[in-house]
C-alpha cells in the first residue's frame, strides 16, 4: 500500500458531505450492532432532527455565532480554542446588566441591547488577554486560550457563590432570576429569540463584509497563509493576531447574552457544569464548515439537526417497556464521533491518494 | 562516446559507455497532471561514474522527472530500468534501497537535533546499541573523506545553510548512495562553497558514484558535469556531452527561440540626478545569532541611480537590506530617506511612501501564495486602508497581468498554481509599482531561469529609468550585479570594502575583495 | 466551484430555511392563537381529557445512575404498565438546562399532552414552555413556581432521615456522626437537620456527645468526590455512621469496605451508612444499616389518574403541590425490598444491637428499646391518613401542622402526634453562622418553615 500526496485535492465542499453522509451510516451502523438499535428508528430520528428547523433554531443560531467567530481567528491561523472563555465573560456581562443596574426596568429594549453589546465587550476583552502575550511573547495561544476557559469559569463561579448570590433562590447556589423584561422575547413557532435572529444577520453580513471588503478581513486571511508577507508590506504581525482574536471573542462573547437572555435566565454555580459547550461545539462548526463562512450556517444546522435527532430518537424508544438502558444520550455523541472521524479521514483522503500496489519481486 | 545532441531518437543512438551498462535507464517515461503532460515520453541513461546534469528552465519538467526517479510519483506510463532490471519505485525508501538517494534545496533535517542524531534518523545499521562515541567517528571520518569540516556534536538550528546541505549529503553517503540527487541542491549556495562541493561531486564520481545534478543554473552543468541532459516542456530536448556542450548550445535547446534574449550587458544607465535619495550613515545592525553583521556601513544612493551590493552571502547583505527597510533594528547609525531620519521609523512608514521591497527567497516572504494575485497586490498598506475598493484594485491587477505578461487564467488565481517566473513577476510587478522612489532588492532573480530572470532585470532597470526610481539591489549573482549596477558597492565581512562606477570596475578585483 | 456560486447556494439555503422556519412557525402559531383563545375564557367547560395520555419523562441525568433518575424512571415503567389501556410513555435523559425547551417542543410536536420534568433546574424553562403551550399539562417536580398548567410535586424524606438519626444515635460509638451532602438545598439542610435531631434524641439519652459532621460537594451525581467525602470524615473526624444525598453507590461501597476492614481487626472504627433514595442494602450487607426509598408511582399514579379522570385540566393546575411524606406511601423507611414485596426497615444484623439499647420515648415517657422507638414512631408516621388530602395543593399545606381537633370534648388527632421539627431547638444560620434561630417549646415548624429551611441546629459542624 501507497499513500501519495494528490496532485490536485478534491473539491473541498465534497468532504463534508461525504462525511456527514458516511457518518450517519457508520452510527446506524454501531447503533445496530452494539446496541442493538433500530435502523429505522434511528434514521426516522435523523429525518426528524433535520426537518424542524423551528425546534433546531436557537442551537442553530448560537452554533453558527460560535462558528462565525472562531472563523475568524482561524482564517488568520489563530486557534481559538477559548471560545467557552468568552462566552462565560459574555455571560457575566450580560448577567451584570440584568441583575445590578437599573437599565432592565428604565428601558427594557435599550438593557437588551446593552446586555448583546457589553457580552461582546466582555468576550473581545477576554480574548484579548490571550492574544497579547500570543502576539508579543510568542505564547502558543491553544493551551492559553484553553486555560482561560477554566479561568473564566472560576471567576464567575466565586461570583456567584459570593457577591451575586441570589436572593430567591432556596439556598441553591445561583443568581436570581433576570426581570422578565429583558428575558429576550421568541420567534413565534421557533426556539429562538428575536433578539438571537437579528444578531445572527448582523454577524453573517458584517463579517462578510469584513472578511471580503476590508483591509482587516485580508490581513487576517494573509496572516493564516503568510504572516512574513504582513512583514515585510509593513503590516505589524503582532497587532493582526490581536485583532484577529479579539475580533473572534467580541462575537463569541454575544452568545453569552443570548445563552442568558434566551435559555437559562440566570447563573447556577457551578457554571462549568451548567454550561452549553457552545465554546467547543463551535470548533467542531468551524471545522465542518471548512473555514467558509457561507458554509458555517450549514454546518451548525447539521450539528443541531443531529442534537435534536438524538432526543427524538430517545423519544421514540424511551416508551419501550422493561428495557433501562437504551442508546439514550449517548446516541448525540455517537453521531458526532462518527462524524468527525469520518471528516478526519476524508481530508486525508482528499489530499493523499491511496493505491494498492502488488509488487512483484 | 558518439555525439547524442538533438537527435530525435537518442535512446537507439546512444551506444554503451565504455562498455559499461547504464545503472538508471528511464523508457518512454509519461507522467500526466489534470490538463498537463509534465513528462511526455522520456528516455534517459545514466551511466555510473559519471556527473549528469538535468538542465531546463522553470517548469520543463525537471522536478517530476526527480519524483518519479525518487519514488515519490509513480508514472503513468513507461519503466524505470535499475541495474537492467525493470523496477517500480513506489516510494522514497524504495528507491533508497536501490541506492537512490535525493537532496533536495531544502534542508529536509530536523533543527532541534545535533547532527550526529539527524545522520542515524533512517539508518538502520545504527541502532540504539551503537555506542554515541563510534557514530562520532564514523561521521567525522566520513566527512573528512568528502572534505568538509562538521562537528557531529553541533545542533543543526545552528548550522549555516551550507552546513545543512552538507549534512544532508553526509547521511546520503552513509545511507549506502550509489545514486545521487542533487534537486537545485546547490543552486542556492555561494559561490565559493559551489566550488568546494563541485571538488567533492567529482571524487564521488571518481570512486564510481553517480550523480545526478538537477539544476536551472547552465554554469553549474558547464562547471561539473561529464553529460548534460536538457529538458524542455516535458520532453528531452537533447544529451550532450561535455566536451561538445558549449553555453549558446545549451541555451538553444534550452530556450529554443528564446535564447536570443539571453544576453549579459550592461542594461542602459541614465544620468543620476544630483539630490540623494538614501543615505546610510555608520550603520550597526546584529545578526541572528548575535554579533554584529553590519558593522558600520555608510553608502548613500543618489535618485534614478542603481547601486548593486556584490557580496559572497552571509557577509551582512541581508541584516543590511532587512535594516534598510526597518525589519531589523538598528544598534548604530541613521538611515536617511529623502533627507528625512527613518532610523527608528516602521516599515509601514516606508511602505507608504514609496518604498518597493524585493526580499529574499520571494515565495517565502514576497507574497502568499495560498492567496489570490488580486489578495496579493491590495495587501499593500498603499492600496488598503479601512475599505478595500477591489474594482480600483483588479484594474490595477489586470493592468499588471498585462503590462508584465504574468500567465494566470485570472487574476483570482491562488499565487501557488503560477510558475516560479510566473510568481516573482507578480512580486516584481507589485513591488515596482509602489516604488515611486526608492527599490529595495535581494536576490530579486536568484529563482529564475536565465531567460526569465534577464527579463525582470530589463523590468526593473526599465522601470529605474523611466520613473526616476533610485534602487539598492543585493546580489550574489555579480552577473546581475554588472549587468542592473549603476554603481557596485563590495560587501565583505558587514563593512563596505570598496565602491566602483559600474562602467569602470574590474570583475576579478571586485570578486577578489568579495572573498578577501 | 466559483465564490458566486457558493455566494448563491447560500442565499438559497437561507431562503429556503426561513421559508420553512415560517411556515413551521405559522403552524405553531395557529395552535397556539386558537389555544390562547380557549385560556383567555377562564375555565372552559368544554374540557375532554384525551382518550389516550401520552405522557413523558425529562430526567436531568442518566437513568442508569441508580438514583434520582432511576427511581422517577421506575415510577414511569410501573404507571406505564398500570395504565397501559390508555397511557403511553416516553422518556428523554441526560437533558442539560439549555436544551430543555428543545425537548419539550419536540416531545409537544410528537403530540405528547403531558409533561413530567423532574429537576429543579428545569423549573424556569418548564414555566416558559407551558406559556408556550397552554394546553398541555405540565408537572414539575422540587420546584415551587405554577401556573395553570403546570403544577407541582415532591416526595420528603425528612420522617425517614429523622428515624435513620435515632438508629445512628445509637450505634454510633464516637458520636461523630457524618452527613455527605450534594448541596446545601433547603431539602438538603432539612434532611440533614432531621437526621441530626434523631441522633441527638437517642444519643444524648445514652451519654454520647453527638456531632454531626456535614461536607458539601457540589454535585447531585458524583462518585468520586462522594466517596472522597466519606473517606475524609471517616478518617478526619471519626465518623463512624454516616447519612448522605447523592445518586451513586459509591458511598457504600466504601462503607462496606471500612467495615470489612474494621471486623477484620484492621481499622479502629467502622463506618456505618444510610442508603438513599433506591435500595442500597445489597451494595453493603455488613455496613448498610438501613437508609430512604422512594416511590414516585404512587404520585405519578395519583396525577395521572386524576387527569384521567378529568380532574386535573391545563386550566386549574395552579394550586397543584404535592407534598408527600410517609402516610402517603411514596416514601419509605428501609434499605431493602424483598422479592415477596416486604420492606427491610433495618438490616437484621443491626437489630439485636437496637433492640438491646434502651431508652426512654420523650413523647410518653415510656422506657423501650431504640428498635421499639423507632418502629413506633415509624408507624405514627405512616399512620396519618388524614394528612394526605392536606398534602395535595398549596392551599391546605398550612393546616398540616394542626395534630388534633377537639369534638364534643373529645380529641382527635388528625396529624402525627409527633414531628422531628418541633421547638425547643435552637440552630444558626447557613450564610451566617453567628446569626442564631431559635424555635419556642411547642411549636411545630409548618411546610413553608421546612421549605425554605436555610439553618442548622446547633450540633451540625459544616466543612466546606
Known sequence: MVIVRRVKPLPYWIIPIIALLAGIAISVIILYVLMGASPAAVLSAIVYGFTRPGVVAKTFVALTIVGIALLVS?????????????????????????????????????????????????????????????????????????????????????????????????????????????????????????????????????VWYLLKNTSIGLRIKILGNNPNLLRSSGISVPLMVIVALTISGFIAGSVGALYLGGDVYRISYPVEVHTANYGYTGILVAWLSMLELIAVPIAAYIVSALYTAGIQYQILVGGHLGQLITAGSAIVDVFIGSILLMYTILITISEYKIKIIVKKR | MAAEANNAKPTFLSPPQEGKEPIVSLRGITKRFPGVIALDHIDLDIYPGTVHALLGENGAGKSTLVKVLYGIYTPDEGEIIINGRSTRLTSPADAISTGIVMVSQSPQIIDTLTVAENIILGLEKYNHFVPVTKVYKTIREESKRVGIKIEPGIEVWRLSYTQKQLVEILRAILLGAKVLLL?????????????????????????????????????????????????????????????????????????????????????????????????????????????????????????????????????????????????????????????????????????????????????????????????????????????????????????????FEIKTPSPDTPVKFLSGGNIMKVLVARELTVATNLLVAYNPTRALDEATAIKVRKIIKDKVLKNKVSAIIASEDLDEIFQISDRIAVMNSGKIVGVFPADKAKREEIEHLMVM | MSRNALIGVFIIALIIVGAVAFYAGTLYAAGKTTSTATTNTATPTTWTPPTTIKAAWIYVGPVGDFGWSYMHDLGRRIVADLFKDWLKTTYVESVSEDKLGQTIDTLVSQGYNVIFTTSFEFMDGTIAAAKKYPNVMFFHCSGYKRAHNVGTYFA???????????????????????????????????????????????????????????????????????????????????????????????????????????????????????????????????????????????????????????????????HVDYWYLLNSGAVDFGCWIFPNGTVMHINPKFVNILKNTYVTDKLTGKKMSVYELVMERYIMFKDAPMLTPLELTDLTHKYQTIVKITVDNKTIFIGTPFDPFTGPLEGYKLKNPSEKVTIPAGERLGHDQLWSMDWFVNWVVYHS
Do not use: C
Not at chain 2, 228 to 243: C, E
Not at chain 3, 189 to 205: C, D, L, M
Open chain 1, 74 to 206: 482561524f482564517k488568520g491561523s489563530i486557534w481559538n480554542i477559548g471560545g467557552e472563555g468568552q462566552i462565560t465573560f459574555g455571560l457575566m456581562a450580560a448577567t451584570w446588566v440584568a441583575l445590578f443596574t437599573a437599565l432592565p426596568y428604565i428601558n427594557p429594549g435599550l438593557a437588551q441591547a446593552s446586555m448583546i453589546l457589553l457580552a461582546m465587550v466582555a468576550g473581545g476583552i477576554w480574548a484579548l488577554l490571550a492574544a497579547l502575550p500570543r502576539a508579543y511573547l510568542g505564547l502558543d495561544e491553544v493551551p492559553v486560550t484553553l486555560i482561560m476557559n477554566y479561568i473564566a469559569y472560576y471567576i464567575v463561579d466565586i461570583l456567584v457563590r459570593g457577591p451575586w448570590l441570589g436572593k430567591h433562590v432556596y439556598n441553591y447556589i445561583r443568581t436570581d432570576t433576570i426581570p422578565s423584561q429583558v428575558m429576550f422575547p421568541q420567534v413565534p413557532g421557533t426556539t429562538m429569540t428575536w433578539d438571537g435572529l437579528f444578531l445572527l444577520i448582523i454577524l453573517l453580513v458584517g
Open chain 2, 183 to 403: 534537486d537545485e541542491a546547490i543552486t542556492y549556495l555561494p559561490i565559493e562553497e559551489k566550488k568546494r562541493f563541485y571538488k567533492f561531486i567529482r571524487q564521488f564520481a571518481d570512486e564510481g558514484g553517480t550523480v545526478v545534478l538537477i539544476t536551472h543554473k547552465i554554469y553549474e552543468a558547464m562547471d561539473v558535469a561529464d553529460k548534460i541532459t536538457v529538458l524542455r516542456r516535458g520532453k528531452v530536448a537533447g544529451h550532450l556531452d561535455r566536451k561538445e556542450a558549449t553555453i549558446e548550445k545549451i541555451r538553444a535547446l534550452m530556450f529554443g527561440e528564446r535564447s536570443a534574449e539571453i544576453t549579459y550587458e550592461r542594461l542602459p544607465t541614465a544620468q543620476p540626478e544630483p539630490n540623494t535619495v538614501l543615505e546610510v550613515k555608520d550603520l550597526w545592525v546584529m545578526g541572528d545569532f548575535g554579533g554584529y553583521a553590519v558593522q558600520g556601513v555608510s553608502l548613500e544612493v543618489k535618485e534614478g541611480e542603481v547601486l548593486g551590493i556584490a557580496g559572497v552571502a552571509g557577509n551582512g547583505q541581508k541584516e543590511l537590506i532587512q535594516a534598510i527597510m526597518r525589519l531589523r533594528p538598528v544598534i548604530k547609525g541613521k538611515i536617511m530617506y529623502n533627507g528625512e531620519d527613518i532610523t527608528r521609523k516602521t516599515t509601514y512608514y516606508l511602505r507608504i511612501n514609496g518604498v518597493g521591497y524585493i526580499p529574499d527567497l520571494p515565495a517565502k516572504y514576497g507574497v502568499s501564495i495560498e492567496n489570490s494575485i488580486i489578495e496579493n497586490i491590495a495587501v499593500l498598506p498603499v492600496y488598503s486602508r479601512g475599505i478595500i475598493n477591489w474594482d480600483k484594485i483588479r484594474e490595477l491587477t489586470l493592468k499588471l497581468i498585462k503590462e
Open chain 3, 156 to 318: 420528603d424524606l425528612y420522617q425517614v432521615y429523622y428515624l435513620d438519626g435515632l438508629i445512628a444515635g445509637a450505634l454510633t460509638k464516637t458520636g461523630n456522626i457524618g452527613y455527605v451532602a450534594a448541596y446545601t438545598t433547603p431539602e438538603v439542610v432539612r434532611h440533614i437537620n432531621a437526621f441530626a435531631i434523631g441522633a441527638e434524641e437517642v444519643g444524648k439519652q445514652l451519654g454520647k456527645n453527638i456531632k454531626v459532621h456535614v461536607i458539601e460537594i457540589g454535585a447531585w451525581f458524583a462518585p468520586d468526590k462522594a466517596r472522597n467525602a466519606a473517606e475524609t470524615l471517616w478518617k478526619n473526624y471519626d465518623v463512624d455512621v454516616l447519612a448522605y444525598t447523592e445518586d451513586s453507590t459509591a458511598i457504600l461501597q466504601l462503607a462496606e469496605q471500612i467495615t470489612k476492614d474494621y471486623e477484620a481487626g484492621k481499622v479502629s472504627h467502622p463506618l456505618y451508612v444510610f442508603s438513599h433514595y433506591s435500595p442500597g442494602w445489597i451494595y453493603g450487607k455488613d455496613a448498610v444499616v438501613s437508609g430512604q426509598i422512594v416511590h414516585w408511582e404512587i404520585i405519578y399514579a395519583d396525577i395521572l389518574s386524576k387527569i384521567k379522570a378529568g380532574i386535573y385540566t391545563p386550566y386549574n393546575l395552579e
